[in-house]
C-alpha cells in the first residue's frame, strides 16, 4: 500500500511523501521494518511509540493527533482502530481464495492452527498468529498476509451481540466453524442464548455459495443451521464428519479414525487431551 491509496481506504488526510507500507503493527516492538504503526488507546496512549516504532523502520503511522515535530510519512485519521478496520475490509478485497472465519466458547485458536497447517499443505495459507482475534487482530491478520495468499484463516472472538459481526465485515468469510458454546463471556452477554446469539453472528453473515461448519454435538450450535442459506457440514456425532475408535495414548494425544462423506484417514493429533478430537473434526470439516 501507498499511504495516499491507505489515505483513500480509510477517509484520512496524507502527511508528508507518498510512501509504500508493507503490513500494519500495532505493537512497536514488533516492527521490523517498511510497517504501517497503528497506535491504539490501551494503558499507555499508542501515540507515544509513534517515535519508536520509526526508529524500528516503521515508513509511515495512523494518526489521531495534529501534527508535531517529524516522526515520518503519516495518515491523519479520527479514530486509529476504526481506519485499522476499514483498511483491513479494503485488504481482504485482495483475497481471491477462501476465508475462513472460526468463533466459539472455546477451542477456537487450536482449531485455527489445525486448520491451517492442513490447509498449508495444498495452498499458500495466511492465519491469525497466536490467539488475536479482535478488531484489532482481524485486519492485521489479513493486512499481514503474504501476497500470494490462496487461503486465509481468521479467528474471531466477541465481548459482546454485535462484534462477531463487525469481523464479518472486516473479514467477509466465505466459511464460517463454530466450535462450542459454553459459559464464557456470559458476564457481558447475560446467558447461554445470548452468547450462542453472538456466535451465530458469523454464520448469518455467511454468502449463499459458501460453507458453515457446525458442532453436531452442541445443541446451540446445531441450531444454527437454520440462520444461513450456506451449505452446512456437520461434524462428531452424527454428522457429516466423525471420529471413529477414540483412543488417548499415555503421552495423553489422541488417535481415531476420522470417517466423513468424503472418505476416511487414520489420524494421530499432535495436539493433546480428548477435547481436541472436536477440533480435529471441526478443522477436517473445512479442508
Not at 511509540?49 to 510519512?73: D, E, I, K, N, Y
Amino acid at each position: 500500500w501507498r499511504t495516499s491509496e491507505i489515505a483513500e481506504a480509510v477517509g484520512g488526510e496524507r502527511l508528508g511523501d507518498d510512501v509504500e507500507v508493507d503490513g500494519a503493527r500495532h505493537d512497536s516492538r514488533e516492527v521490523v521494518g517498511g510497517e504501517l504503526f497503528v497506535p491504539v488507546p490501551g494503558a499507555r496512549d499508542g501515540h507515544e511509540f509513534v517515535p519508536q516504532a520509526h526508529a524500528s523502520g516503521a515508513t509511515a503511522h495512523l494518526t489521531a493527533q495534529p501534527r508535531t515535530g517529524s516522526h515520518g510519512p503519516a495518515v491523519r485519521v479520527e479514530d486509529p482502530v476504526a481506519a485499522l478496520g476499514r483498511l483491513g475490509a479494503a485488504a481482504r478485497a485482495r483475497v481471491d481464495g477462501p476465508v475462513v472465519g472460526i468463533t466459539g466458547s472455546v477451542g477456537k485458536t487450536t482449531t485455527k492452527d489445525l486448520l491451517a497447517g492442513g490447509l498449508a499443505r495444498r495452498y499458500p495459507t495466511a492465519a491469525a498468529v497466536r490467539s488475536v482475534n479482535n478488531e484489532i487482530g482481524v485486519p492485521l491478520t489479513i493486512l499481514n498476509a503474504p501476497d500470494d495468499t490462496a487461503a486465509m484463516v481468521l479467528e474471531m472472538g466477541a465481548r459482546g451481540i454485535g462484534h462477531i459481526a463487525a469481523l464479518c465485515e472486516v473479514g467477509r468469510p466465505t466459511v464460517g466453524v463454530v466450535t462450542a458454546v459454553s459459559m464464557v463471556h456470559t458476564e457481558l452477554f447475560g446467558d447461554l442464548d445470548a452468547v450462542a446469539w453472538g456466535k451465530d453472528e458469523l454464520v448469518a453473515a455467511l454468502p449463499a455459495h459458501g460453507r458453515a461448519a457446525l458442532n453436531a454435538d452442541d445443541a446451540r450450535v446445531a441450531a444454527m443451521a437454520h440462520r444461513t442459506s450456506a451449505r452446512v457440514v456437520r461434524f462428531g456425532t452424527g454428522g457429516h464428519v466423525q471420529a471413529e475408535h477414540v483412543v488417548v495414548g499415555d503421552d495423553l494425544r489422541p488417535t481415531f479414525r476420522l470417517v466423513s462423506d468424503w472418505g476416511g484417514a487414520e489420524v494421530h493429533l499432535a495436539v493433546r487431551g480428548a477435547h481436541n478430537v472436536a477440533n480435529g473434526l471441526a478443522a477436517a470439516s473445512v479442508g
